[in-house]
């Protein structure tokens, strides 16, 4: 440490305690955030260093953990779509159409597009 109470970590530099001044200190940090220091000082802890100068706010080494990516099926089987498939089909037998408000039409029904009876075209002697 120097005699400006000032330590140096990957070209970041940090003021400390007067106290430790002439002392060999030990710096814990989080190598994903340089910003903020505990110092050691023969095992004790003797605070935080404040940044003074700070260029790097990262482990220059750091790198974070990115998402592996999907993961590879081992039995080729899609346990979620039979699922998925399954729910659907038992929801589409329990589709209430009546709780809409509209009826299917029964088979022996007027046509609903004209209205009429499709057994009165028949023609009655």
């Known amino acids: 440490m120097s005699k ?15 106290s430790l001044v002439g ?7 989080d190598p994903f955030d340089l910003t903020f220091l505990r110092v050691r000082c023969d095992g004790v802890d003797a605070g935080t260093a404040l940044p003074f100068q700070i260029s790097r706010h990262s482990h220059p080494k750091a790198r974070p953990e990115g998402p592996a990516g999907p993961p590879k099926p081992t039995t080729g089987i899609d346990y979620l779509g039979l699922i998925d498939n399954l729910h659907s089909a038992e929801l589409a037998e329990k589709v209430n159409s009546a709780a809409f408000g509209w009826n299917p039409p029964e088979p022996d029904t007027p046509d ?3 209205g009429a ?7 009655a002697d």
Request: proline content about 6%.
């Open 112 to 114: 609903l597009d004209t």
């Open 4 to 18: 400006t109470c000032l330590v140096s970590l990957h070209g970041n530099r940090y003021q400390v305690d007067p």
């Open 117 to 123: 009876d499709p057994a009165a075209d028949v023609d």
């Open 23 to 29: 002392r060999k200190v030990e710096l814990v940090f």
